[in-house]
């Protein structure tokens, strides 16, 4: 008994060591990662919105915006005949006006969350102007197949979304011809309906920011 014990209370110190020291290492490295997170967000920020030199956040009814969005996009498949692999899924995280040198503004930067990706979820950023032209987009996030999903980080498939006014993007399985088509990544159509649906999803956000058609 007097064995079991004590085994019981060194067991028990060496767990009590153990955590205080997992926890004391997570709070030294916090500062660390929050700063990285950082960066790697003002970089992002600064590939989708070229010449942005400052940016302030918008405040925003997200509740109000999430529910503009699903509407919009929605509406849009079905007045069209728009078959897509899973029906739009996304949460806007953080909306920016960016600003150049001058204070004048640039467009809007739209950080938006996809959970109809095939590993689960993927994080993007989507720069856009007022009158709803995309620059770029850059993903903060993107954990798809190898080979296949994951080519959605690749410039071939990203640059396909700069420099286009579109009110919906579509993507297309047999050569994009329009100027709103986006060619879909070969076996990987799911990972290509998030991306678009995440993009479609910041346009309807600025249209909202901007009240078009609301």
Do not use: W
Not at 79 to 99: F, G, H, Q, R
Not at 118 to 125: A, K, R
Not at 157 to 185: H, L, M, P, T
């Amino acid at each position: 008994m007097k064995t079991l014990m004590k085994n019981t209370l060194i067991l028990f110190a060496i767990t009590l060591v153990a955590g205080f020291g997992l926890g004391f290492v997570y709070n030294i490295t916090q500062s660390a990662r929050a700063q990285q997170e950082e960066k790697t967000k003002i970089e992002a920020y600064e590939s989708v919105m070229p010449g942005m030199d400052s940016f302030e956040k918008i405040s925003i009814d997200y509740t109000e915006v999430q529910k503009f969005i699903k509407n919009k996009v929605t509406d849009y498949e079905q007045e069209n005949n728009i078959s897509v692999m899973k029906p739009i899924d996304t949460e806007i995280n953080e909306v920016v006006l960016a600003k150049d040198s001058e204070e004048k503004e640039l467009g809007y930067i739209v950080t938006v969350t996809d959970k109809e990706a095939y590993d689960g979820t993927l994080q993007m950023t989507v720069g856009v102007r007022t009158d709803g032209t995309v620059l770029g987009i850059s993903f903060l996030s993107l954990s798809e197949t190898p080979g296949l999903g994951m080519k959605a980080g690749e410039d071939e498939f990203r640059s396909q979304f700069a420099n286009k006014k579109a009110d919906y993007f579509v993507y297309s399985k047999n050569g994009a011809k329009a100027e709103n088509e986006i060619n879909a990544i070969s076996s990987a159509t799911i990972t290509t309906n998030a991306v678009v649906h995440g993009v479609n999803s910041a346009v309807c956000c600025v249209k909202y920011l901007t009240g078009g058609d609301r």
